[in-house]
């Protein structure tokens, strides 16, 4: 039996005794390693006691060796050598060592005394060394051997923690001490069993390894392969593992050279590493939880057969540089604990569904499991089905060519490249992620591939999923035959940095696909370069969509670039479901910059389909180029606007805020009754066009191809002329734009147009506003969007319109109040007060004042919703951005000796509540008196005449007061100076009355 074990342990030795290649295992006192089918030795019995060491006499039943036989022991063994077995009465103590000889006989020999164990083993050259025994402490325990210590003709195999000169009589070495495993002669090889746990079966093809490999060594150092071949039994034995790392060991393996390669030809029976999880062949390397594996500058060859690694959880795996693994079938590495990658490659991995869990890549990481990433390779893996009765190939399952991800998967450094999936419809060249993925660093995927009809080069984030691509991480270069080129989203995406590009597909997504109920949110980044294009595009499918990105979910852009893709619809980006009209989808833009995008046909900057909406508050797209392919009609060089034919309800609708449109080019194709295209904005007549003055926009400097004056906004004929009669058509155009200043809208030949105009059914409004102008600059001042330099071969340079466009905040509600003057006036200015209620609370909020045809401004009401302005004769203000249904009362203060009407009623106030989209008009008409055409020829002296009266109406003639003559006489004017003469003359008069008075008293006396 113990030559059974001797075998094993010489075997292990040889596993590694390639050209130097390095195990090293710390050893942990209170763990042990067993394999998951191997028999786990007695917790109190130590190598020897009882059935393992024949110490009771009787020993175990061994399967003989090719070149053995054996016999029923009774402590003692004999074929080609002899081994002895003596057990002390003691349970608790341990044998003493024993001596094997090199020409095959063996003697071992036990004390039972506590603290003295010796044990000598004689090589094949005859020598003999003398190892140092444990010593049992008196709690019962057992320290254990110290290290040895070569010869000093001999170089040391392991690191040792005492110098080679010190006696075997100091204190053993600590636990956890390493212990050096390395390739050589027989004599340098020294190998501890403890680390490792083998099935018992295990042991028959090992020492045939190690037999034949010791051969070749020797007879050509450095130049072999150790070949792991299935044993016999291997239908029995169906969980055999060559190494399993258990609790406490830490494992180094690594070549000197790094030209060590391990081969593998396990056998192919099932084992069960987790729950829900199948792989089909056995790993080369187990680590249990506890347990750490390090591999670097090794080669690690599974010869198209096993899976390589199996980490459990609690496991951890580090791969360094150098380290290497290869041609697998399954999946590279399983892992449920800890994976590392700092270096290394992980390369020409097959990854077939009979073989590994769903046909995984490279790597599996499983549920719970972290795998971190910062340097290495995972590169050339590829998927290879076979449609046999084991399974059938399912549109729900998800595969990848480089690694599958179910846990928490960080990558800053390093490659995952030149991958290939398989042929179902989510699979992913070079990341599968149904966990968490951060991608960042320098870290790159690229260059990988989906076959037959499938999705995603790059990276596939599944429903729940959530992946980040942050700082300077590229995904370019992948291969998709249908849509999501570098990443096809299903879940939570959220782009803080990073590159997209280069990548192409048939259908949609070029860049990404963001997947219905999907959301995507980009900060910053670059996606560029990438292309969607199908020679079907013009197909009911509407496929080629979304050079940059195709959006069927939501989509937000606070950052970041969208630039230089290309796609048959959508060139920057596309947002919609062309193939369900009644999914909706959302993009909303609040920063960042789309550019330079080209569409073949509608919508080379942005493409809103049939039921989705798009809000812009904040950002820019310029220079971006609608071709009109295959009669594009309103292409929209910068934004197409699509429509629903069969329900306006479900019209594609724009929603923009403080925009600017200029500098916009659209084509020299006129109507063929003369009519111009638009260059600004031009609209179907399937369009609702509102363009307000709230949070509104400025259209102006928008020009033909060859520079000839064209309507800056242009909307077609309304429908009774084309499709539908009896469908909404509404077209609204506000007299302000952004900054305030009035537009100034006129019609081809210069005339100015009526409210009734710019509210109608069909419009071409031209103004002649330059972008050099103060009301540009005003407007440039305030704008948060801009849509400049974009290009499209027919109408809308700017905007190309069949669905809804909104820009600014409406309704628009105008409160007009206008000042008219009949008769000479008095003065010359009119004061108003303006009082506005919510119910019955006071408005104070912001609206647009207007006054004279000048440009808006922001006012606001005082604490009673009061507001007071001025108007001069024939002015008039208008109110614009009061709410519906906010109540006014308008009055006008004191305007002299007049008659006032408003809207031909007697009095000086008018009230009412604004209405949606309504214009309210208030005209206050004060009438004044005519001037007196026969004025008083007599205003200074003598009887005073009375006023001429009608004939109709004849008063009586009024008696002159007595006082009033000398009144009208003696008054003197302003200015004039005043004579002695007079003052004499009217006292003269005066005494002269007085004397009269008193002759005519004296008469009246006289009579009586």
Same mark, same amino acid.
């Given at each position: 039996?113990?030559?059974?074990?001797?075998?094993?342990? %010489?075997? %292990?030795?040889?596993?590694?005794?390639?050209?130097?290649?390095?195990?090293?295992?710390?050893?942990?006192?209170?763990?042990?390693?067993?394999?998951?089918?191997?028999?786990?030795?007695?917790?109190?019995?130590?190598?020897?006691?009882?059935?393992?060491?024949?110490?009771?006499?009787?020993?175990?039943?061994?399967?003989?060796?090719?070149?053995?036989?054996?016999?029923?022991?009774?402590?003692?063994?004999?074929?080609?050598?002899?081994?002895?077995?003596?057990?002390?009465?003691?349970?608790?103590?341990?044998?003493?060592?024993?001596?094997?000889?090199?020409?095959?006989?063996?003697?071992?020999?036990?004390?039972?005394?506590?603290?003295?164990?010796?044990?000598?083993?004689?090589?094949?050259?005859?020598?003999?060394?003398?190892?140092?025994?444990?010593?049992?402490?008196?709690?019962?325990?057992?320290?254990?051997?110290?290290?040895?210590?070569?010869?000093?003709?001999?170089?040391?195999?392991?690191?040792?923690?005492?110098?080679?000169?010190?006696?075997?009589?100091?204190?053993?070495?600590?636990?956890?001490?390493?212990?050096?495993?390395?390739?050589?002669?027989?004599?340098?090889?020294?190998?501890?069993?403890?680390?490792?746990?083998?099935?018992?079966?295990?042991?028959?093809?090992?020492?045939?390894?190690?037999?034949?490999?010791?051969?070749?060594?020797?007879?050509?150092?450095?130049?072999?392969?150790?070949?792991?071949?299935?044993?016999?039994?291997?239908?029995?034995?169906?969980?055999?593992?060559?190494?399993?790392?258990?609790?406490?060991?830490?494992?180094?393996?690594?070549?000197?050279?790094?030209?060590?390669?391990?081969?593998?030809?396990?056998?192919?029976?099932?084992?069960?590493?987790?729950?829900?999880?199948?792989?089909?062949?056995?790993?080369?390397?187990?680590?249990?939880?506890?347990?750490? /594996?390090?591999?670097?500058?090794?080669?690690?060859?599974?010869?198209?057969?096993?899976? /390589?690694?199996?980490?459990?959880?609690?496991?951890?795996?580090?791969?360094?540089?150098?380290?290497?693994?290869?041609?697998?079938?399954?999946?590279?590495?399983?892992?449920?604990?800890?994976?590392?990658?700092?270096?290394?490659?992980?390369?020409?991995?097959?990854?077939?569904?009979?073989?590994?869990?769903?046909?995984?890549?490279?790597?599996?990481?499983?549920?719970?499991?972290?795998?971190?990433?910062?340097?290495?390779?995972?590169?050339?893996?590829?998927?290879?089905?076979?449609?046999?009765?084991? +399974?059938?190939?399912?549109?729900?399952?998800?595969?990848?060519?480089?690694?599958?991800?179910?846990?928490?998967?960080?990558?800053?450094?390093?490659?995952?490249?030149?991958?290939?999936?398989?042929?179902?419809?989510?699979?992913?060249?070079?990341?599968?992620?149904?966990?968490?993925?951060?991608?960042?660093?320098?870290?790159?995927?690229?260059?990988?591939?989906?076959?037959?009809?499938?999705?995603?080069?790059?990276?596939?984030?599944?429903?729940?999923?959530?992946?980040?691509?942050?700082?300077?991480?590229?995904?370019?270069?992948?291969?998709?035959?249908?849509?999501?080129?570098?990443?096809?989203?299903?879940?939570?995406?959220?782009?803080?940095?990073?590159?997209?590009?280069?990548?192409?597909?048939?259908?949609?997504?070029?860049?990404?696909?963001?997947?219905?109920?999907?959301?995507?949110?980009?900060?910053?980044?670059?996606?560029?370069?990438?292309?969607?294009?199908?020679?079907?595009?013009?197909?009911?499918?509407?496929?080629?969509?979304?050079?940059?990105?195709?959006?069927?979910?939501?989509?937000?852009?606070?950052?970041?670039?969208?630039?230089?893709?290309?796609?048959?619809?959508?060139?920057?980006?596309?947002?919609?479901?062309?193939?369900?009209?009644?999914?909706?989808?959302?993009?909303?833009?609040?920063?960042?910059?789309?550019?330079?995008?080209?569409?073949?046909?509608?919508?080379?900057?942005?493409?809103?389909?049939?039921?989705?909406?798009?809000?812009?508050?904040?950002?820019?797209?310029?220079?971006?180029?609608?071709?009109?392919?295959?009669?594009?009609?309103?292409?929209?060089?910068?934004?197409?606007?699509?429509?629903?034919?069969?329900?306006?309800?479900?019209?594609?609708? /724009?929603?923009?805020?403080?925009?600017?449109?200029?500098?916009?080019?659209?084509?020299?194709?006129?109507?063929?009754?003369?009519?111009?295209?638009?260059?600004?904005?031009?609209?179907?007549?399937?369009?609702?066009?509102?363009? !307000?003055?709230?949070?509104?926009?400025?259209?102006?400097?928008?020009?033909?191809?060859?520079?000839?004056?064209?309507?800056?906004?242009?909307?077609?004929?309304? !429908?009774?002329?084309?499709?539908?009669?009896?469908?909404?058509?509404?077209?609204?155009?506000?007299?302000?734009?952004?900054?305030?200043?009035?537009?100034?809208?006129?019609?081809?030949?210069?005339?100015?147009?009526?409210?009734?105009?710019?509210?109608?059914?069909?419009?071409?409004?031209?103004?002649?506003?330059?972008?050099?102008?103060?009301?540009?600059?005003?407007?440039?001042?305030?704008?948060?969007?801009?849509?400049?330099?974009?290009?499209?071969?027919?109408?809308?340079?700017?905007?190309?319109?069949?669905?809804?466009?909104?820009?600014?905040?409406?309704?628009?509600?105008?409160? +007009?109040?206008?000042?008219?003057?009949?008769?000479?006036?008095?003065?010359?200015?009119?004061?108003?007060? %303006?009082?506005?209620?919510?119910?019955?609370?006071?408005?104070?909020?912001?609206?647009?004042?207007?006054?004279?045809?000048?440009?808006?401004?922001?006012?606001?009401?005082?604490?009673?919703?009061?507001?007071?302005?001025?108007?001069?004769?024939?002015?008039?203000?208008?109110?614009?951005?009061?709410?519906?249904?906010?109540?006014?009362?308008?009055?006008?203060?004191?305007?002299?000796?007049?008659?006032?009407?408003?809207?031909?009623?007697?009095?000086?106030?008018?009230?009412?509540?604004?209405?949606?989209?309504?214009?309210?008009?208030?005209?206050?008409?004060?009438? !004044?008196?005519?001037?007196?055409?026969?004025?008083?020829?007599?205003?200074?002296?003598?009887?005073?005449?009375?006023?001429?009266?009608?004939?109709?109406?004849?008063?009586?003639?009024?008696?002159?007061?007595?006082?009033?003559?000398?009144?009208?006489?003696?008054?003197?004017?302003?200015?004039?100076?005043?004579?002695?003469?007079?003052?004499?003359?009217?006292?003269?008069?005066?005494?002269?009355?007085?004397?009269?008075?008193?002759?005519?008293?004296?008469?009246?006396?006289?009579?009586?």
């Amino acid at each position: 039996m113990k030559r059974r074990i001797l075998s094993g342990v %010489l075997a %292990l030795c040889m596993l590694f005794s390639l050209t130097p290649v390095t195990v090293l295992a710390e050893e942990n006192q209170t763990s042990s390693s067993v394999s998951e089918t191997a028999n786990a030795p007695d917790e109190d019995k130590m190598p020897g006691d009882g059935e393992n060491g024949g110490g009771d006499g009787t020993g175990g039943e061994q399967p003989a060796s090719p070149d053995k036989e054996t016999d029923e022991e009774t402590g003692s063994e004999t074929g080609n050598g002899e081994e002895t077995g003596t057990e002390p009465n003691d349970p608790d103590k341990e044998p003493a060592g024993g001596t094997d000889n090199g020409d095959g006989t063996g003697e071992e020999t036990g004390s039972g005394e506590a603290g003295d164990e010796t044990g000598k083993t004689t090589d094949t050259d005859g020598n003999t060394n003398e190892e140092p025994g444990s010593e049992e402490n008196t709690d019962g325990t057992n320290t254990p051997d110290e290290e040895k210590t070569p010869a000093p003709d001999q170089p040391s195999s392991q690191p040792s923690s005492q110098p080679s000169s010190q006696p075997d009589s100091q204190p053993p070495a600590p636990n956890n001490a390493p212990v050096l495993l390395r390739a050589g002669e027989r004599t340098e090889i020294e190998v501890p069993c403890h680390p490792y746990s083998f099935d018992p079966e295990l042991e028959d093809f090992l020492w045939d390894i190690f037999n034949y490999t010791n051969a070749g060594f020797k007879d050509n150092p450095g130049d072999y392969k150790l070949l792991v071949t299935e044993s016999q039994d291997s239908a029995e034995n169906s969980q055999r593992k060559l190494l399993n790392i258990t609790s406490g060991y830490d494992v180094l393996l690594t070549g000197q050279t790094g030209n060590e390669i391990l081969t593998s030809k396990a056998p192919t029976d099932a084992v069960e590493p987790a729950e829900g999880v199948t792989f089909r062949t056995n790993p080369l390397f187990v680590v249990e939880s506890g347990g750490t /594996l390090t591999i670097s500058n090794l080669t690690l060859d599974a010869d198209g057969r096993a899976n /390589l690694i199996v980490v459990k959880e609690g496991g951890t795996l580090i791969l360094e540089d150098g380290a290497v693994l290869t041609n697998c079938v399954g999946s590279a590495i399983i892992n449920y604990g800890t994976l590392e990658m700092r270096g290394g490659s992980i390369t020409n991995s097959d990854a077939q569904q009979k073989q590994s869990y769903e046909g995984n890549g490279a790597v599996l990481n499983g549920p719970g499991a972290t795998f971190t990433m910062t340097g290495g390779s995972i590169t050339d893996n590829g998927y290879s089905a076979t449609n046999d009765a084991e +399974r059938s190939i399912s549109n729900d399952s998800g595969y990848a060519g480089g690694v599958t991800n179910l846990g928490t998967f960080t990558m800053t450094g390093g490659s995952i490249s030149g991958n290939g999936a398989g042929c179902l419809s989510r699979a992913a060249g070079g990341v599968y992620n149904a966990g968490i993925f951060t991608l960042g660093g320098t870290a790159s995927i690229s260059q990988n591939t989906t076959v037959l009809a499938n999705h995603v080069g790059g990276v596939y984030n599944a429903k729940s999923a959530t992946f980040t691509l942050q700082e300077n991480a590229v995904i370019s270069e992948n291969e998709a035959m249908q849509s999501g080129g570098g990443v096809y989203n299903a879940g939570t995406f959220n782009m803080n940095g990073g590159t997209i590009s280069g990548h192409e597909v048939t259908q949609f997504g070029g860049g990404v696909y963001n997947a219905i109920g999907a959301t995507f949110t980009m900060k910053d980044g670059t996606i560029s370069g990438n292309t969607s294009r199908s020679e079907n595009s013009t197909t009911a499918l509407n496929v080629g969509t979304g050079g940059g990105v195709y959006n069927g979910g939501t989509f937000a852009m606070e950052g970041g670039t969208i630039t230089g893709n290309a796609a048959t619809k959508g060139g920057g980006i596309h947002s919609g479901n062309p193939l369900d009209e009644n999914i909706v989808a959302a993009f909303t833009m609040t920063g960042g910059t789309i550019s330079n995008n080209t569409a073949d046909a509608n919508g080379g900057g942005l493409f809103v389909f049939t039921n989705s909406a798009a809000k812009i508050r904040r950002g820019s797209i310029t220079g971006n180029t609608a071709n009109a392919v295959n009669g594009g009609g309103f292409s929209g060089g910068g934004i197409y606007i699509n429509q629903c034919e069969e329900d306006e309800d479900k019209n594609g609708t /724009l929603f923009l805020y403080n925009v600017a449109i200029y500098g916009n080019t659209s084509g020299t194709n006129d109507y063929a009754d003369g009519r111009k295209e638009g260059s600004g904005i031009a609209a179907c007549p399937y369009s609702n066009v509102h363009v !307000y003055m709230t949070d509104g926009g400025a259209v102006f400097g928008n020009s033909s191809a060859d520079g000839s004056p064209q309507p800056q906004i242009f909307v077609d004929e309304p !429908y009774d002329q084309y499709l539908n009669p009896d469908r909404v058509h509404a077209v609204q155009l506000s007299r302000y734009m952004l900054g305030g200043s009035a537009y100034n809208w006129t019609d081809a030949g210069g005339k100015a147009l009526t409210d009734e105009q710019l509210r109608a059914d069909e419009i071409a409004a031209y103004n002649t506003i330059t972008e050099s102008s103060d009301a540009a600059k005003a407007a440039l001042a305030e704008a948060d969007v801009i849509i400049s330099g974009n290009t499209s071969a027919d109408r809308g340079g700017g905007i190309g319109c069949n669905g809804n466009l909104y820009i600014g905040t409406g309704p628009e509600n105008i409160l +007009r109040i206008q000042k008219q003057v009949s008769g000479p006036a008095s003065q010359q200015e009119f004061s108003f007060t %303006l009082a506005l209620k919510t119910g019955d609370v006071p408005y104070t909020g912001e609206f647009q004042l207007a006054l004279n045809g000048g440009g808006a401004q922001s006012v606001q009401p005082n604490d009673q919703g009061q507001y007071t302005f001025t108007l001069p004769a024939n002015g008039q203000a208008e109110c614009l951005g009061l709410p519906t249904g906010t109540t006014y009362t308008v009055t006008e203060g004191a305007a002299g000796n007049c008659q006032t009407t408003v809207n031909g009623q007697s009095g000086n106030t008018a009230d009412g509540s604004i209405t949606e989209n309504g214009i309210i008009t208030l005209a206050f008409l004060n009438t !004044y008196p005519q001037p007196d055409p026969q004025p008083d020829p007599q205003p200074g002296g003598g009887d005073e005449q009375p006023a001429p009266t009608p004939a109709s109406t004849p008063a009586p003639q009024a008696t002159p007061a007595p006082a009033a003559q000398p009144v009208a006489v003696a008054i003197p004017q302003t200015g004039d100076e005043m004579p002695v003469v007079p003052l004499v003359v009217v006292t003269a008069a005066a005494a002269a009355a007085f004397a009269a008075l008193l002759v005519l008293r004296k008469r009246r006396h006289g009579r009586d």
